[in-house]
């Protein structure tokens, strides 16, 4: 499988080649040259064939023989070796939890992935590689998780210092080793800047090999497609397709799914829902693009303006609006609606939702309202412990801290301070790559 970048001013690349650089020199996003058409017997037969050798058989086309069979096995099983439950939630709505990895979010399966995958093509080459990301919360502690002790890899993540939950800061900065966590006295966005000048920096990236990990990179794209199969695997009506709908804000995860339904997958319609941030649920309404400036709300993994991969679904249609809407609808919903929806949820149905998974709900149930024989799947993204406020406001009730926590939140937090200064990140660089 080669990747084209969607700008079409650069190149075609390998897997190999778009996974070490993220990103085409032209600044556009690889995409691959063909969508695979999956076997038929493994659509039929997905109930009985075992969870790696479905991700192993997901994935195989779109890595081709830049990995070794054997290995890229390995990889797939190792990316997903934990539960991703399929809970009946009403008659008509089930949630497919995708917060059982090590930090709790669906950011682990994509970064386990990634992670491997660059620590095979690490080890032939002769440089050492800095992964550098900037985090909100989530992204840097899936990162830091599927990277740590990887050999050959530096990572180094950027976080806005008091701006992150107690559970996500101890998650990037307790491991030690190889992940390193610049604490910055300064906001999520002047993070992100100062990233985006490091990746500029010519001369910085002379003398260090660096690389980011970030939801634009296809191995941290491409095995999301891994849960649309989970669930399917799981879905014991034989008579209903489901609607499957998808918490959103850069649309990585969701345009995986729509990736799968293109090679074969029966999914019947997509919702991605969102909140405040809604540029989507607008273009699809009235066609016009119009980002505005991102809200902060409740489900922040989910605030952003201008999504990534949007732009990869468009592409998916050929950049026909038209086809897209056939299969694609897209709410967005309040903080309000979401507390309400995470109380309901629990009194109702004794399920908690965290507030990305309830959004996903209401997407879902709002699509439900109009179309009565459909039944549906919501994916919950993060366990609800991630967003005590969230849910202290809601049920007013704490959420029991799970066991695999505790070890964690004793932890001693380790990192490197410094103000929102582009040199003095230059050189904690250069001296972290030594
Ligand atoms: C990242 C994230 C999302 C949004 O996923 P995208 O692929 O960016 O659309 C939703 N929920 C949670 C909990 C996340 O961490």
Wanted: with cysteine; proline share 6%; glycine share 6%.
């Amino acid at each position: 499988m080669q990747y084209y970048s969607l700008n079409n001013q650069s190149p075609p690349v390998s897997f190999r080649e778009a996974t070490i650089k993220g990103q085409a020199s032209d600044k556009g996003l690889y995409f691959p040259t063909s969508i695979p058409k999956l076997d038929r017997d493994l659509i039929d037969n997905l109930s009985n064939t075992p969870d790696a050798e479905i991700a192993y058989r997901v994935i195989k086309p779109y890595v081709g023989d830049t990995i070794v069979d054997a290995e890229l096995y390995r990889i797939a099983a190792e990316s997903i070796d934990f539960p991703i439950p399929l809970v009946k939630v009403t008659d008509r709505a089930s949630s497919l939890e995708l917060f059982h990895g090590p930090t709790l979010a669906f950011k682990d399966v994509g970064a386990r992935f990634m992670s491997r995958c660059l620590g095979q093509f690490v080890k032939s080459g002769d440089k050492k590689l800095t992964v550098l990301v900037a985090t909100s919360g989530d992204t840097g502690g899936a990162v830091a998780n599927g990277f740590f002790d990887i050999p050959g890899i530096n990572v180094v993540i950027l976080y806005p210092s008091g701006k992150v939950s107690s559970v996500q800061e101890k998650q990037l900065t307790t491991l030690g080793k190889n992940i390193h966590a610049i604490e910055v006295n300064g906001t999520f966005d002047q993070c992100q800047q100062l990233v985006k000048r490091a990746f500029a920096d010519t001369k910085l990236n002379d003398a260090i090999f660096l690389t980011s990990a970030n939801s634009i990179n296809v191995a941290r794209w491409l095995p999301q497609q891994f849960y649309y199969f989970f669930a399917l695997k799981q879905w014991n009506d034989q008579t209903t397709m489901p609607i499957v709908s998808v918490p959103s804000g850069n649309f990585g995860n969701i345009c995986a799914g729509i990736l799968a339904r293109a090679s074969g997958l029966p999914i019947k319609h997509f919702i991605a829902s969102c909140n405040a941030n809604d540029t989507v649920p607008r273009f699809l309404s009235t066609g016009i693009y119009n980002p505005v400036e991102s809200v902060s709300t409740l489900s922040n993994a989910m605030d952003v303006a201008e999504p990534s991969n949007f732009i990869r679904i468009l592409e998916i249609y050929h950049q026909q609006l038209d086809d897209l809407k056939e299969v694609v609808s897209s709410y967005s919903f309040s903080d309000q609606e979401t507390i309400h929806m995470i109380q309901r949820l629990f009194s109702e149905y004794n399920y908690l939702a965290d507030p990305h998974g309830a959004i996903g709900y209401l997407g879902l149930e709002k699509w439900l309202a109009d179309h009565p024989t459909d039944k549906g799947i919501f994916l919950e993204t993060a366990h609800p412990v991630k967003f005590p406020d969230a849910i202290k406001r809601a049920i007013n009730q704490d959420v029991p801290i799970p066991e695999s926590l505790n070890g964690l939140l004793l932890a001693d937090k380790e990192s490197i301070k410094m103000e929102p200064d582009y040199n003095e990140l230059s050189s904690h660089l250069q001296h972290l790559a030594k």
